[in-house]
C-alpha cells in the first residue's frame, strides 16, 4: 500500500538517470569560458542539484531525529555537497535545541586521468579516534570502494552510527553493490566533472555535473 511506502521510503534510491539520457545541450547554460570545447553536455544542472540536497536534508533529519551529529565531509570533490547539505541542515534545525553539529574532514584520492587507481589514499585519517561514540554523517560526492574503506577504518572506533550521504551513485561494472543511506542521483557509468568533481584539479569551478569529452580528457591530462 502506499501508506507502507511512505512510512519506509528509500533514501538510498535516489533520483535515477537512465543509460539513454543525452542530457543538455551547452547553449542553455552558462559555464566557464576556459572550459569551452571541453565538455560533451550538461548531466545535471546546478538548480537541480540545490533542489535535491535540500530533500536529501530534510529526508536525514526525519531519518535520524534529535540527535548530535558529527559530519565528516570527504573532500575534495565532497566540499561543496557538503556545503550546501550542512547549510539545509542547520536551516531545517534552526528552531531545535536537541541538534547540535561539528564538520571535519578527510581526503580520500583514488582517481589518476580518468583511470581509478590500484590503491586509494586516505588523507588526514590520524584523528578518526575522535568519532568514537559519535553519531557519523559521512558526505561524499560519490560511492564505491573508497566509501569502503572509509567505512572499514571508522568502523574500528565504534562510532554510535554511521550513515552515508552520496550525491551521486554510479552504475558500473566494478560495483560492489554499496549502497549510500541517502542518495542524491543515480547516474549511468559516464566520467562527471564539475560542482566540485575534478580531471586532475580542474573543472571544480564548474557549477553543473557534465560529461567531459575526449578533446577535455586531452587537453588536462597529466
Partial sequence: MAGNREEAPDYGQGVVIT???TGYDLSLFTYPQHYYGDLEYVLIPHGIIVDRIERLA??????IGCCDIMVLCVLKGGYKFCADLVEHLKNISRNSDCIFMKVDFIRLK????????????IIGGDDLWTLAGKNVLIVEIGTGRTIKALLSSIEKYKPNMIKVASLLVKRTPRSDGFRPDYAGFEIPNLFVVGYA?????YFRDLNHICVINEHGKEKHRV
Fill in 19 to 21: 543509460d539513454d539520457w
Fill in 58 to 63: 530534510k529526508d536525514i533529519m526525519k531519518d
Fill in 110 to 121: 583514488s582517481y589518476r586521468n580518468d583511470q581509478s587507481m590500484d590503491e586509494m589514499q
Fill in 197 to 201: 568533481l575534478d580531471y586532475n584539479e
